[in-house]
């Protein structure tokens, strides 16, 4: 018998209270999820939109520079956001991400490297290593306003349009489902417009290949010009969105396997406490019944 | 009279702010406001800040505060990405106020350097469009 009867009794309360903490996180966590998981949606049909109207304007702005659009070749001064979330105990979350940036980053070419980091967990971990963090942002929560994220996505382009980086990527987490979450880096700036390809077919071909003739008001390459900022706080939303989406996720996760082993745990110590309890009736009994027998002996 | 009618849709990346059939649309382009009927070629606009005013298919009118943002028509179907926006029963009438008060008082104060004018003049004109929609609509 490795513990008394008191201290596994003692332990099985612990468990539970643990489980349930564990349990009510994996409800927060949940309900925080779907409140992201609205968000997105609500947010469809604008992405969306804005979109397909980059890609119908693009083709009608063949030769024009944009700052954000034109790559500076040679120059490597790259800059790299890394999308983390604020707190702990959601599996490994941080640790992926963090980890997936961190090979990035020391590819690029390590400390010299101008990071922008969002969310707390990114930020201790790289200014611990003296990593060159530039910027960060917390507590970008679930209900943000849309406000804060155009603050960090004029940072992103602040960093490129004033020369500061040539480059600019992004460290985030891909939401795929509840139980899946993928990290993923990808180049940011200078932006490859999703009617890029088509605008390469259209030059060919001599004229923006559009069925339809738009009227544009102002001037095409001027609308550009003010739907390409626009484009890009969409695309960082975007990103901060799927992160948010993955941590709650990666946390529901986590914790319903916390509830789910601390049930084992509590399973086992009730068995053990079980046999201790019966081992002290067996012992008293033995006890009695050898007492008994010795006095019949004796009489 | 269902010909005469065409869809329209108001977005943010937030939210969907309006969707309906409308008669006509009056929005505020950034180089002065234009108006849109049924069957109108295509078109992509910049918009500024202002008021967009939609006639329903029913007659009723329907207006919202602006924050800028583009105004896209083809195939009978126009779409407004916005960057932000209220419906006049929606907006906050006492922080409206209160937000152009304080624009007012930090703007009369020419010598502070502690101000910053742009964001204050834009803070100020956010504030009276939303006045102005509110209270065309009568509120």
Known sequence: MALSLRAVRRKIRTVKNIQKITSAMKMVAAARLRRVQERVTAGKPYALKMKQLVEEVGPFTVGIDHPLLTPRPGRKNPCVVVISGDKGLCGSFNNNIIRKAQTFIDELGGTSVQLITIGKKGTLYFRKRGYNVLQSFSQIGVNSPFSEVQTIADAMTGMYTSGKADEVHVAYTEFITTMRQRPHVGKFLPIEPPGQTAKVEASSAGRPAADKEYIFEPAAAELLKALLPKFVRNQVYKFLLESMASEQGARMTAMSNATDSAGDVISDLTTAANKARQATITKELLEVVNGAEALAAQG | ?139
Do not use: W
Request: proline content about 4%; glycine content about 10%.
């Open chain 2, 1 to 139: 009279m269902a010909d005469a009618s065409f869809h329209i849709e108001v977005v943010t990346p937030e939210r969907l702010i309006y969707s309906g059939q409308a008669v006509s649309v009056t929005a505020p382009g950034r180089l002065g406001y234009f108006g849109i009927l049924a069957h109108h070629l295509p078109l992509v606009a910049e918009l500024g800040l202002g008021e967009l005013t939609i006639r329903q298919a029913d007659g009723q009118l329907a207006r919202m505060a602006l924050l800028g943002g583009f105004f896209e028509v083809s195939g009978n179907n126009a779409i407004v990405l916005a960057d932000g926006g209220e419906l006049a029963p929606e907006i906050d009438l006492n922080r409206a106020k209160v937000a152009a008060d304080r624009a007012r008082k930090a703007l009369e104060d020419l010598d502070d350097p502690n101000v910053d004018r742009e964001l204050m003049r834009a803070a100020l004109t956010r504030a009276e469009t939303r006045l102005k929609v509110a209270h065309h609509a009568g509120r």
